[in-house]
């Protein structure tokens, strides 16, 4: 069946250093991942797509790499700062049909400390 | 621009109730998604609408079910109550089926006692 898992359930780091989050899946072929920010008690906030002929997503302090082969995207936040803890979720999405069911992996909670 | 607005924002029912969830996408988004939230198995895909059809559904029993009206306003249903459907469920919209960027709601946290 198909799985999508992230590295950690969290992952605590120093103000400044980089982030770096892992989505591997199994059993899937996507034609893109997305990547979403999620604070309690709110919805995820979409924060980067890369499709699966891209190899590297970038958007200011945030950048995401897609392996096909691996089937694996790191997610970086460089820089970090307290205000990027949450939690973050890697989404799958197919070829074709209706693309409105992502299969989302369960997310890494970030702490960024000062 | 408003973004998705769900309610209500916390409900408490018992085993056996019913309840009904409510969704409006953002103006002009007509596409509209639910996912149900739980800390042991994540977010999980409900269903989908567009236009007022039924596009897509995911695992869940036919409890589950759900509508759209003409303005793209969406509600969704659950029948017979169980514990294990406490939950966050959450509304997604985007503007069709062929965009891939999903809008989320804050979610209705439902607590089934």
């Known amino acids: 069946s198909q799985k999508i898992e992230q590295n950690s359930e969290a992952l605590n780091i120093q103000e400044g250093k980089t982030a770096t989050l892992t989505c591997n899946y199994t059993n899937y072929s996507p034609a893109y991942l997305q990547w979403y920010r999620q604070d309690p008690g709110r919805g995820p906030v979409f924060l980067l797509l890369i499709r699966e002929n891209e190899k590297e997503k970038r958007k200011e302090r945030l950048k995401v790499t897609f392996d096909t082969t691996l089937k694996q995207s790191l997610f970086h936040i460089t820089a970090s700062q307290p205000a990027d803890s949450a939690t973050y979720l890697c989404?799958?999405?197919?070829?074709?049909?209706?693309?409105?069911?992502?299969?989302f992996g369960k997310g890494t909670k970030l702490s960024v400390k000062p | 621009k408003a973004g998705v607005t769900q309610t209500p924002r916390y409900l408490i029912k018992t085993r056996g109730q019913q309840v009904t969830l409510s969704c409006s996408p953002i103006?002009?988004?007509?596409?509209v998604s639910w996912y149900q939230q739980t800390p042991g198995q994540g977010l999980q895909f409900l269903f989908e609408y567009f236009s007022e059809t039924q596009r897509n559904k995911g695992n869940f029993p036919g409890r589950f079910s759900g509508r759209q009206f003409s303005n793209s306003r969406s509600e969704m249903n659950v029948s017979t109550l169980e514990l294990g459907d406490s939950a966050l469920y959450l509304c997604?919209?985007?503007?069709?089926?062929?965009?891939?960027?999903?809008?989320f709601g804050s979610g209705t946290q439902l607590s089934v006692l």
């Open positions: 103006s002009g988004h007509r596409s």
């Open positions: 997604a919209s985007r503007i069709g089926t062929g965009q891939e960027k999903l809008f």
């Open positions: 989404a799958l999405g197919r070829h074709g049909g209706s693309q409105g069911n992502l299969i």
